[in-house]
Structures are given as structure tokens and as C-alpha cells.
């Protein structure tokens, strides 16, 4: 009796490991994994925003950033709605927003120059939380 209570025990156990590990850390690691993405491209394509030589190299890299700043826009979008309610509570404490994030990469991805791109780099550092010394 004792083998067969250690048994359902175990089974529970790892039952309910496998439901916290799949319904609470992964959308968490997804989200996380999707913000340090949007970070290390708005660094990657920082310089594309307002070219300063205008060549073709450019021109076609300015469009890739648009493209990867509209999917990054809707990956956090969608992201954020398999998240846990507890874990968005905490990021809405901590100052986080990433439907906001989701609007400012759209208007990112539609600016032409770094004067339109300012107020949408600012939205997403408050809006992810990003460092304030990150300079784009």
C-alpha cells in the first residue's frame, strides 16, 4: 500500500511540474526572450533609422529593420496574453506595458527619419522597461 501511495504521489507531482512548467515559465521565457530580441535589434538597426550615407546597402537594411520591428510588434502582442495573470501583475508594477511596446514598434517601424523615431524609442524603453543609459 505504501508503494502504490508513493506512486500516485509521484505521478502528481510530476503531473503538476509539467503543467507549471508549461502554462507559467514557458510564456514567461517567451516574453522575455522576445524583449531581449526587440532590445538587441533596435541596437542592430539604430543606425538605419536616419541613414547618414544613403546607399543601397542602407536603404535595403532600413527595411529589413522595418519588417523585424512590425513581427517583434506583433510576437509581444501576442505574447503577452498567454501570459499568467500574476506574472502581468508584476510587470504592471514593475512599469511594463507591452501593449504599448506592441503600438511603438508598429510606430517605429513607420518612422522615416530619428526625429519620428524619438518618441517611439522612448516608448519602448519605459514600456519594456529598458535600461535609461541604453543609447539609440
Request: glycine letters at 6%; one cysteine or more.
Amino acid at each position: 500500500m505504501k508503494e502504490v501511495a508513493i506512486l500516485l504521489l509521484s505521478l502528481v507531482a510530476g503531473g503538476c511540474g509539467y503543467l507549471v512548467v508549461t502554462f507559467w515559465m514557458t510564456p514567461i521565457l517567451r516574453y522575455l526572450q522576445i524583449r531581449h530580441d526587440v532590445t538587441a535589434d533596435l541596437i542592430f538597426f539604430a543606425n538605419v533609422i536616419n541613414p547618414r550615407m544613403v546607399n543601397d546597402r542602407l536603404k535595403e537594411r532600413h527595411e529589413v529593420g522595418t519588417e523585424t520591428y512590425r513581427k517583434h510588434a506583433a510576437e509581444v502582442a501576442a505574447c503577452y496574453y498567454r501570459l499568467p495573470g500574476w506574472y502581468r501583475s508584476i510587470l504592471k508594477s514593475r512599469g511594463e506595458d507591452p501593449i504599448a511596446a506592441s503600438k511603438d514598434l508598429i510606430g517605429l517601424s513607420n518612422c522615416s527619419n530619428s526625429s519620428d523615431a524619438d518618441p517611439h524609442i522612448r516608448g519602448l524603453k519605459k514600456s519594456l522597461h529598458l535600461a535609461p543609459e541604453l543609447d539609440l
